[in-house]
């Protein structure tokens, strides 16, 4: 079993920034690859990126906007995001294999 709790999210206006950190509790949270998600209004959930288990330095996503990190150590997962966009609205989540979190909500306002 695994418990992922999202925090994090808000309200921004464009070009803004928001970190993103999910929370892992079960699990040795360091065996797994996890994923961030996203789904926005009335469109389906789409990856925003996968961090393998044991990688140690960020890697960018999202045409180089978004940057994945993980800390073993804390059991965490950060999303940072810069330049965000209003196209970026929507509910985020993080995964790891069957297991999700309840979402954190991330708004752009222009």
């Known amino acids: 079993q695994v418990q992922l709790v999202e925090s994090g999210g808000g309200l921004v206006q464009a070009g803004g920034s928001l970190r993103l950190s999910c929370a892992a509790s079960g699990r040795t949270f360091s065996s797994y690859a996890m994923g961030w998600f996203r789904q926005a209004p009335g469109k389906q959930r789409e990856l925003v990126g996968v961090?393998?288990?044991?990688?140690?330095r960020p890697f960018t996503t999202m045409g180089g906007r978004f940057a994945i990190s993980r800390d073993n150590a804390n059991n965490i997962a950060y999303l940072q995001m810069n330049n965000l966009q209003t196209e970026d609205t929507a509910v985020y989540y993080c995964?790891?294999?069957?297991?999700w979190g309840q979402g954190t909500q991330v708004t752009v306002s222009s």
């Open positions: 961090i393998g288990k044991s990688v140690r």
């Open positions: 995964n790891i294999g069957s297991y």
